[in-house]
């Protein structure tokens, strides 16, 4: 009878647990484009044997694809080949047919290859490319343009099969002029001086990567050799011209790698690391293996430091070395695994280097842009459309919590598996949490499940009483409420909270618990009547805040907070009162605060304060730039009272300062010379202190300046100086057929920062009908390729 009971419940609950009607289900965001690409061949080698043409840009090469049959009778190939005309192709040096479909190649072996065959194909080729290969200085007829030829991954310039996830080793022979020199992945194998005047070039990267991280460069360079403390040859290559920039752009390079190879507990994996800036550069930088490439308007002087230095993009891409190319993601659905990252570990550098507040600042520009995107939609981090601002600072604040839930210890345990049983691998994201529980034991699909494979953000509101527990104890009792709109697809947040109280004698305790339901109500013991309750101090849990207080809660927040954090969140929500009934802990606050995130905010705060003279002139005289800078930024109708005070600026040692400080003086005293002080300054980016000068000296009707300013609008210059010439001259409501042609030539530029800003400035340019007709003159006297015709159609004028 015991036996036959046994079987009977346990028929009962495979019924009800296995035979349900209705079984629970799990819902995900639609991912349309989380298949990987299907390869039937894996690529093994590639070989490019270039030559380079640059007034004409033609590339004339032979590319070496060995490969490995992954499919029985392969009966073709296929591989990407915009803007490129191939001549022949060689299979066991037979040759054989192929034809063209559009930016593809389909290439005919004479017999069904193999399987898994290992063969050479050769292709003899030739390129134009208008993309993917940039050409930069060759067209400029006035030589003041940096020469320079650059790609950061292999389109358009070389075919290569189009499997963005497969691993290779690559190796690159380039003939040129020898008045340039070559930069590309991997060892220096040769440079060769040929009887021609040109010189031979020859890397190879022996351990295998994906192909997209590949790179050329050519240009009029030199390079230093630096070395981490375990040896590893960091070959920073820098413009002979602006050596004393040297320092100032590669600070801090070798403790970078000595970081990482502390903190990821992997040595560096490559032979050697190189960089080099690029003229015109598309992005910030990009991470090619063994070689990562940035624009040139991060190789700076000191002045320029707080415009944008390079520690942070050159920290990010280093990572990369790591998380990006020893290992790799498949494809964009698991991108974060690259780019959050290198996010997160540029941030703890930051962090080791320059201290706790700047780590936390850059916290809250993570957080700004995570909700700029919230905004949009509610996309996963985990999602082939998710967006930079998801892969990149979004993945990066949820490391933060992933490694405040684990802890240290069993964080780098797990990071270290990861990258140790992933090396020269792809990844998914299921494989970080495999690594995660394989070698730590701890099960974090509930972590991943709400802020990887899901999207979306919790909204906490929060209030406490203070009571009496029925004993008569002190007691907080806290209100916790997610308030945020819920679906299938974004639930309630499972989240370990602390809650900081704080008490009149400057004194705080913590209480740790758990939330994970639409409202949570807790009691916590205290000693009496607490001052203000901090609600997850150190913005330890990526949310939004609905804190129900008194603003005498929050400006003793404000003025007592342990972590500046916590006192700018505090600042922050001081911003809804009127100035009279803050102003007084603003200026208590600002007087006593270290950090210029919570300077630079109450100086936002009583900008328009006619009572807040005094801690103007404290701001302007600080020797922060960042202070100085929210003090140009917010005061831009500068009082007649501090304006002796605010025209020391003109001299300050931030190029931006001095530039908004110049145009903010000038403006607010027409009357006043503020030029003369400044005629000789340049500025950097863009030139951006001359250009704005040379605007409001046309603006004062100093006409003969005009020509420059027009000059540096056309292709002679960067980018950024053709951007700001181009505003300058919209400010003034200028324009001349030098300018019309200048803006044509931006427009259809392959940058595309340059192009979208000669195309807003058209268009605000064609309200007015006479420039209308102007550009209508222009293009009829052009020629123009197909391409451009119908990008020009586009503008709609």
Known sequence: MKIIFVTVVFLAFCTEFFGQSNPKSESYPFDAYKQPVDMTVDIIHIKGELKIEPIGQVVDGIATMSFRTLRPRVDSLIFHSPEIVIKSIKIKNDSIAFKIVGNQTIAYPKDNLDYQGVYEMVIDYRATPTEGLYF??????????????????????????????????????????????????????????????????????????????????????????????????????????????????????????????????????????????????????????TATVFGDYMYIDPRAWWMRNYVNVNVHELNHQWFGNLISHLNNKHVWLTESFATYYAKIFEREIFGEDYYQWERVKEYERTMHAAKVNDLPVGHSQGGTDRWYPKGSLVLDMMRNFMGDTLFRTAFKYYAEQHSHKVTETYDLLKAIRESTGMALDWFFDQWILRGGEPHFQFKWDYTKSSDGANIIRCDIAQVHPTSELIGYFKVPLRLDVYYKDGKSESFNTWVDSNLAVRDFPVREKPLFLIFDPERKILKKLRNIRDIEQIKAQALMAKNMIDRYDAVLELDKFPIDDKRATLHKAFKQEKYQLVKSEIIRQIANDDKSYDIFVQAINSGDEWVVRSVVTNITKVPQKLEKEYRKILTDSCYINVEKSLENLTKSFPDKDYLTQTKDEIGWRGKNIRIKWIELAIA????????ELVDYTSISFDFETRINAFNALLNLKYYDRHVVSNLISAYLDWQFKLSNSAKEVMLKFAENEKFKTAIKNYLKQQEFTEKQRVKIERLGL
């Open 700 to 707: 004062k009707g100093q006409q003969e300046f005009t020509a």
């Open 136 to 289: 930069t200085g060759w067209n400029d007829p006035s030589d003041r343009m940096r020469k320079q030829i650059w790609a950061h991954s292999p389109g358009n310039w070389m075919p290569f099969i189009n499997q963005k996830h497969d691993i290779l080793t690559s190796e690159f022979i380039v003939t040129f002029d020898s008045k340039y020199k070559v930069f590309s992945n991997g060892d220096r194998l040769m440079e060769r001086d040929n009887n021609d005047g040109t010189k031979t070039w020859h890397y190879k990267l022996d351990k295998p990567h994906v192909v997209y991280l590949i790179c050329l460069v050519i240009g009029e360079y030199d390079y230093r050799t630096l070395h981490s403390k375990s040896g590893v040859p960091l070959e920073m290559w820098y413009y002979p011209d602006l050596a004393d920039r040297f320092e100032t752009t590669y600070m801090h390079m070798e403790a970078m790698v000595d970081f990482f190879e502390e903190e990821i507990g992997i040595k560096y994996p490559w032979s050697i690391y190189r960089q080099a800036p690029l003229n015109n550069y598309l992005y910030g930088g990009m991470e090619t293996t």
